[in-house]
């Protein structure tokens, strides 16, 4: 099952640029669209969310943005901060449901 | 700030034992999840359960699997015959609700279920 892909296992960026984490889905019934930060023996960290009506949404250094039509999205953070450093995991629902599909997610290394 | 809480933090069972997995959600949330990350791959929803019933389950919610809030505060994941394979990171959330498509899942710190 793979509705949810995030095609980078790992990116490593420099502290204060840009990261960009990528994410791609196949199903067109997904309507809402969230990203989360986990770090080890802790469990996911809801960090920000998009609606399908929209194609971009910002919360302070992190911002969202959808492609509908490529079924893609992005996580764009500025600056990036070694506090960072964590997995990021793209997930999806439908009809903003109830079962949430998580991608397999890409490790952050933001180096100081 | 109110967080889901959840114990053990790490069950040991023998295969073809009975386990169960306990998970405080936030106080005001309505709608509770069970997921799991077997190690080295994805979060993979099991359930999701609200107004005292399943909502959803995915296809790994088998018939041994299943989940009660048996009082207003606790919502618990029993296994009922632990298999080698059900070793992961079983992780609970809650959400408060699910207006205009929007809303968030708090996670636990989860429960690392390993079966001997």
């Known amino acids: 099952d793979q509705q949810v892909k995030q095609n980078s296992p790992s990116l490593s960026v420099q502290e204060g640029r840009i990261s960009i984490l990528n994410c791609d889905y196949t199903n067109s019934m997904f309507d809402y669209f969230l990203w989360y930060k986990k770090y080890p023996a802790e469990g996911p960290t809801f960090l920000i969310s998009?609606?399908?009506?929209?194609d971009k949404n910002e919360d302070g250094r992190f911002t969202v943005f959808l492609n509908k039509s490529a079924k893609h999205l992005s996580l764009h953070i500025v600056p990036s901060q070694p506090g960072d450093s964590a997995v990021y995991f793209c997930a999806a629902s439908e009809n903003g449901g109830f079962k949430t599909i998580f991608g397999a997610g890409t490790r952050l290394f933001v180096k100081a | 700030e109110p967080e889901v809480t959840q114990t053990p933090s790490h069950q040991v069972t023998q295969m073809g034992q009975e386990v169960i997995l306990r998970c405080v959600p936030i106080?005001?949330?309505?709608?509770f999840y069970w997921y799991r990350q077997i190690l080295g791959q994805k979060v993979e929803f099991l359930v999701s359960f609200y107004n005292n019933e399943i909502s959803e389950k995915s296809e790994i919610f088998d018939d041994q699997f299943s989940v009660e809030r048996p009082d207003g505060s606790n919502f618990t994941l029993k296994i009922r015959s632990t298999k080698l394979e059900d070793s992961a990171m079983y992780f609970c959330?809650?959400?408060?609700?699910?207006?205009?498509?929007?809303?968030?899942?708090?996670f636990g710190p989860g429960t690392r279920l390993t079966v001997t």
């Open positions: 998009i609606s399908s009506i929209k």
């Open positions: 106080s005001n949330h309505l709608y």
């Open positions: 959330a809650s959400t408060l609700q699910k207006a205009s498509g929007t809303y968030e899942q708090y």
